[in-house]
């Protein structure tokens, strides 16, 4: 029943271990799934709680676990043992640079795909039709990546979880909608000023409590991701309490040609083309773009720099960090202000856009979303949060697409709210199979004579 | 005077089903050194358990007596949270004993988020109002203002469960074998392991007893409140685990003496100070603790070892 591999012989496959764990799995998951599938709590008319017989449904998903049970036992596990005593010894350096190169190629084939994605979309699907996807996809997708890759400094590099990411994400949000009704302050101003303050609050936040251990840490900026969020909502005069902000300002391109319809220097009038929303959202796709890649950038320039080989070496081992003579503190402080401060810029971004932010943004469930995210690509690897932010965001984004499924399974069947069921799911299954993400690489920033890839399974991290 | 003391009795009411959450947070930090994030929503699925149960036994089985009702609900909600905390710590911590230090937590809040995620497809993302338990009310006495100070039986029944439990629990990890192999595991495993103790097994009982404990007081919560529903895990798993902290991580009378100070410190915030920033206090205790007593009023501090 032990989902740990057990070392003992596996040359035949036992057939009556696996149908007995199969069954008996079967039979707990019914345990578990009568009650909580098989009996559905609905309120009838006079507002009273009634049960709803689905125990057919919960049968069949007890069998499918049980079914998945027996699958695993009898085939998989004797598979991946076999496959795990042989593949051991036979990644070789050699290997393990061809798949550095794999993963150059693939991110300089991705930015140019990323670059040309817009006008492939128009040219595709017509001015009016791009919408949906640049802005559902390209957009969307585009904002977590640099949330990841902000969040990348602090958990990837830094090696310190931080659970309250999207409360910076929050000061950003809220320091651009608020500077910019209040004082006209245009977006090009206010996006270093959001950034600022984020980083600002990051020292804040991070000066008490950069001396814990990383679980207490991790429960502590949750708690202030939390507490930043009450405080959101109850302190109405400031921020319009859980009502929110609405009516910001849309960012103007550098001030030259705006997008509101009614202004006289309107892109689509100065350039006498039909009015649509789709340029400004082909211009926001390029602007979150560009500040991605200013996130990826300068984290990748920061790693070469003593201050990131600190955050590395911090990750791995914190006390040899420090009696060879780096300033933990100093180090944690930069990576969350740094981290906090992209944090700050994707919100202040994210104000714009949406035209209207409420604390409702910035629950608890994003901070896990883009905590996810980093950890499912790999913690430290680039590309990998960037894949990951592509898969888990448009591949929920793409479950709202898939009428087909209410063929199957009714027409009252969303996919929609499975969206953070299969996050979860995908958080567990990928700790448990792969602790250290998609692309779990450590290329080292400093190295002798040449070069060298190490997999991520053989660095041994610390305390941090 | 009277708003007071009726306060106190409020706030040692919730605060007794924090103390009991926080005793599995405790545990399972005691002995493996993991927050075990999911435990708020295991704490809100063995609500839901007991909704369910109740609604068999009143409307399939005609079951009129509430405290049958109850007791009977108890228990299973105790049974299937025990079963779920066991089948949860098979497929999602234990493969990572041995992993890095932060796989586990992040394993736990996947697990978190799939429970509460898994109730709200499965039951409906509504609240779960059920009718009171009980409307018994006890006038303890009435001030000179003409305001009575009130304790309800629900109130009085939270108490005594909590007592008896805590009283059942003590036993178990003082008096038992099992008892002593987890007391055995939290100092030393490894060595534990060498004198023929199962650590594996002693550190899934652990899982399953703070989880019975957990169901103990969801189904209480759901009693004393009259309703659940799918986001209920979080929060009081918060403040559970601020209970915890509070009372020095590791440290079991520690969680019930931090789950009575957060209960108190929440209620008389709430009537004294701003109801809108309940949560903001219960939170801020939380960071001004591990800031500046991370060791917890009856914790061990913790010397960091290379």
Redesign the interface.
């Known amino acids: 029943?032990?989902?740990?591999v057990k070392s003992k012989d596996r040359a035949g496959i036992d057939f009556g271990r696996a149908l007995k764990d199969g069954v008996i799995i079967g039979i707990?998951a019914f345990?578990?799934l009568g009650?909580?599938?098989g009996?559905?709590?609905?309120?009838n008319m006079a507002?009273?709680?009634?049960?709803q017989n689905r125990l057919g449904l919960a049968a069949i998903l007890s069998v499918i676990v049980g079914v998945g049970r027996f699958l695993l036992s009898a085939f998989v596990y004797p598979w991946i043992a076999a496959r795990g005593n042989r593949s051991k010894a036979a990644v070789t350096l050699a290997e393990l640079e061809a798949r550095a190169r794999v993963t150059r190629g693939l991110s300089i084939t991705g930015l140019i795909f990323l670059f040309v994605y817009p006008i492939l979309i128009i040219s595709l699907f017509g001015v009016q039709g791009s919408i949906k996807w640049v802005d559902n996809y390209g957009v969307q997708i585009l904002i977590y990546v640099m949330l990841g890759w902000g969040l990348n400094i602090v958990i990837g590099l830094a090696?310190l979880?931080d659970?309250g990411y999207v409360a910076f994400y929050a000061v950003g949000a809220y320091s651009y909608a608020l500077l910019a009704i209040n004082f006209h302050l245009s977006f090009w101003v206010l996006l270093p000023v959001a950034g600022i303050l984020a980083a600002f609050w990051g020292i804040i936040l991070g000066f008490?409590?950069l001396?814990?251990?990383?679980?207490?840490l991790?429960?502590?900026t949750?708690?202030?991701g939390?507490?930043i969020r009450?405080?959101l909502i109850?302190w109405k005069d400031f921020s319009g309490g859980s009502a929110g902000i609405s009516s910001i300002p849309k960012v103007t391109m550098f001030g030259i040609y705006s997008f509101d319809v009614s202004a006289p220097n309107n892109f689509a009038k100065a350039f006498h083309l039909a009015a649509s929303s789709a340029y400004y959202k082909v211009f926001l796709y390029y602007l979150i773009l560009l500040l991605a890649l200013l996130t990826a950038f300068i984290t990748i320039r920061l790693r070469r720099l003593p201050i990131g080989r600190a955050w590395e070496a911090l990750r791995e081992d914190e006390?040899?960090c420090r009696s060879l003579g780096i300033n933990t503190t100093n180090t944690k402080l930069t990576a969350f202000a740094i981290g906090a401060m992209f944090g700050g810029f994707a919100g202040s971004f994210f104000a714009a856009r949406q035209g209207f932010v409420s604390p409702e943004s910035f629950i608890?469930?994003e901070s896990?979303v883009i905590?996810?995210i980093v950890?499912l690509g790999g913690m430290g690897s680039m590309i990998g949060v960037a894949l990951a932010a592509v898969a888990m965001i448009g591949g929920t984004e793409l479950l709202r697409e898939l009428d087909f499924l209410k063929l199957v399974f009714g027409k009252d069947f969303n996919p929609d709210?499975?969206r953070?069921?299969l996050?979860?799911?995908?958080?567990?299954i990928i700790?448990?199979w792969k602790?250290?993400g998609f692309v779990s690489a450590r290329q080292p920033t400093a190295f002798l004579f040449k070069r060298k890839t190490v997999s991520g399974d053989l660095v041994?991290?610390g305390?941090g | 005077m009277e708003v007071f003391v009726q306060q106190v009795i409020n706030g040692i009411t919730i605060g007794s089903l924090y103390g009991l959450i926080a005793i599995g947070y405790t545990m399972v930090f005691g002995i493996i050194?993991?927050?075990n994030f999911a435990h708020g929503d295991v704490f809100m699925?063995s609500a839901?358990?007991a909704?369910?149960?109740l609604?068999?036994l009143t409307?399939?089985f005609g079951i009129a007596s509430m405290t049958l009702a109850l007791i009977l609900v108890m228990v299973v909600a105790m049974v299937?949270t025990g079963?779920?905390v066991w089948?949860i710590e098979?497929?999602?911590y234990?493969?990572?004993r041995g992993?890095?230090?932060?796989?586990?937590?992040?394993?736990a809040?996947?697990?978190?988020?799939?429970?509460s995620?898994?109730?709200?497809?499965?039951?409906?993302p509504?609240n779960?109002?059920?009718?009171p338990v009980t409307r018994d009310v006890y006038t303890l006495w009435e001030g000179a203002s003409g305001y009575p100070v009130n304790i309800s039986l629900k109130q009085i029944i939270i108490w005594v469960v909590t007592a008896l439990l805590l009283a059942a629990f003590w036993y178990v990890v003082q008096k038992t074998a099992l008892g002593r192999a987890q007391r055995a595991c939290e100092q030393d495993r490894k060595m534990a392991s060498l004198l023929g103790i199962n650590v594996d097994r002693t550190i899934s009982l652990t899982f399953v007893i703070g989880a019975a404990l957990a169901a103990v007081a969801g189904t209480m919560f759901l009693m004393y409140y009259g309703v659940v529903v799918f986001s209920d895990g979080?929060t009081p798993g918060?403040k559970a685990?601020?209970a915890a902290?509070l009372g020095g991580i590791g440290s079991l009378p520690g969680a019930v003496l931090g789950g009575l100070l957060i209960g108190l410190i929440e209620t008389l915030w709430g009537q004294y100070v701003s109801a809108?920033?309940q949560?903001?206090a219960a939170?801020?205790i939380?960071?001004i603790v591990?800031?500046f007593m991370?060791q917890g009023l009856l914790g061990r501090p913790?010397v960091?070892k290379?």
Do not use: C
């Not at chain 1, 507002?47 to 049960?51: D, H, K, R």
């Open positions: 029943m032990s989902s740990v707990i345990a578990l009650p909580l599938v009996l559905k709590t609905d309120q507002n009273e709680l009634i049960l090696g979880l659970l008490p409590v001396r814990l251990r990383g679980d207490y991790a429960i502590v949750l708690a202030f939390e507490i009450l405080v109850n006390v040899a608890f469930m896990a905590v996810a950890v709210q499975y953070m069921l996050f979860g799911l995908a958080m567990v700790m448990v602790p250290r041994k991290e305390h | 050194g993991m927050v699925v839901f358990f909704l369910i149960f609604l068999v409307s399939w299937l079963l779920l089948a098979r497929i999602a234990a493969p990572l992993s890095f230090r932060l796989a586990p937590l992040i394993s809040i996947g697990m978190s988020i799939v429970l995620n898994f109730i709200q497809v499965a039951q409906g509504r779960k109002p059920i009718p979080f918060v685990f601020t902290v809108d920033y949560n903001v939170f801020s939380l960071v591990l800031i991370p913790e960091e290379v």
